[in-house]
Nanobody, 120 residues
Framework: QLQGVGGGLVQPGGSLRLSCAAS????????MGWFRQTPGKEREFVAVISRSGGSTYYADSVKGRFTISRDNAKNTVDLQMNSLRPEDTAVYYC???????????????WGQGTLVTVSS
């Protein structure tokens, strides 16, 4: 089970940190990803981190602004979002996959989503 928190309202240029906590003892067996979705659009890949945390990949739209990290001892994966833009507004989901992937269908477990709104 995945529980994502940390969404909210932030001004353009601001920062937010999302966190996702996982229950169970197999967290380190999964690559962890973040996706986002806006109304009427498909879920969009944001970032993924490998099981060990040694590899990370980002969507071009967030590269250089967002950082994904994980703590396998605490069963958490975070998404630090800096220099936020209005187009980053979306519901953000954390998800777990057996392997590093950038497509939603590869992810077996999903959090409930947390809303991020970037607006002045």
């Amino acid at each position: 089970q995945l529980q994502g928190v940390g969404g909210g309202l932030v001004q353009p240029g601001g920062s937010l940190r999302l966190s996702c906590a996982a229950s169970g003892r197999t967290f380190s067996s999964y690559a962890m990803g973040w996706f986002r979705q806006t109304p009427g659009k498909e879920r969009e890949f944001v970032a993924v981190i490998s099981r060990s945390g040694g590899s990370t990949y980002y969507a071009d739209s967030v590269k250089g602004r967002f950082t994904i990290s994980r703590d396998n001892a605490k069963n958490t994966v975070d998404l630090q979002m800096n220099s936020l833009r209005p187009e980053d507004t979306a519901v953000y989901y954390c998800a777990a996959s057996a392997s590093v992937a950038d497509t939603a269908h590869a992810y077996k477990y999903w959090g409930q989503g947390t809303l991020v709104t970037v607006s002045s």
